[in-house]
């Protein structure tokens, strides 16, 4: 069992920064992808951006040039630096972890946690 930790959201004005961190611990075999979505209310949770442990990366148009992400393999923990937010930005960000168990890979998710980003 993965268990994931988010840290980081919090109330920023437009055009700040906040850097979202996410550790992972417990029976841990191989973590591939590690990413961070996203669910604002009355909407369906999307992707915001994936990293896979050699370093490839994914983002949803909506954040490219914005958002970072970036992992330490050795601590398990991805992290997601988001600048120059925006209102639409203001979502629950979920942490999101594929472990790889040797036979199959199992998707493991945090609790969440609220970034609000004010006009």
């Known amino acids: 069992q993965v268990h994931l930790v988010e840290s980081g959201g919090g109330l920023v004005q437009a055009g700040g920064s906040l850097r979202l961190s996410c550790a992972a611990s417990?029976?841990?075999?191989?973590?591939?992808?590690m990413g961070w979505y996203r669910q604002a209310p009355g909407k369906q949770r999307e992707l915001v951006a994936r990293?896979?442990?050699?370093?490839?990366?994914n983002y949803a148009d909506s954040v490219k040039g914005r958002f970072t992400i970036s992992r330490d393999n050795a601590k398990n923990t991805v992290y997601l630096q988001m600048n120059s937010l925006k209102p639409e930005d203001t979502a629950a960000y979920y942490c999101?972890?594929?472990?790889?168990?040797?036979?199959?890979?199992?998707?493991?998710w945090g609790q969440g946690t609220q970034v609000t980003v004010s006009s």
């Open positions: 999101n972890a594929e472990d790889y168990n040797g036979s199959y890979y199992v998707d493991y």
């Open positions: 990293i896979a442990s050699g370093g490839t990366t």
């Open positions: 417990g029976v841990i075999f191989s973590i591939n992808i």
